[in-house]
């Protein structure tokens, strides 16, 4: 049995195995755009670097990407759009 979470249009995306993996399901589904897959599974990527602390980052390029969320809305915006059956607007 499938777990759509409610989701009419979830279909089959399987478990994913890690959180860019779950973003690359949701890109390879079509819920997100190829370009927003690429640079969400870029932050995810980043936040492993910063939580598990595999390399010294700079906190000024961590404040800097702070400042810009505009994937973050993004990806909230296609989802939702996904979810909801509705179209993205541009």
Do not use: W
């Amino acid at each position: 049995m499938s777990r759509t979470y409610g989701c009419p249009n979830a279909g089959d995306l399987g478990p994913p195995a890690d959180n860019g993996d779950a973003v690359r399901l949701l890109g390879g589904h079509g819920v997100l755009t190829t370009e927003l897959t690429i640079s969400i599974r870029k932050a995810v990527g980043f936040r492993n670097v910063l939580v598990h602390d595999y390399i010294e980052v700079d906190d000024s390029i961590v404040v800097d990407r702070l400042k810009r969320l505009g994937d973050l809305e993004e990806f909230v915006r296609q989802v939702a759009a996904y979810v909801t059956g509705a179209q993205p607007e541009p």
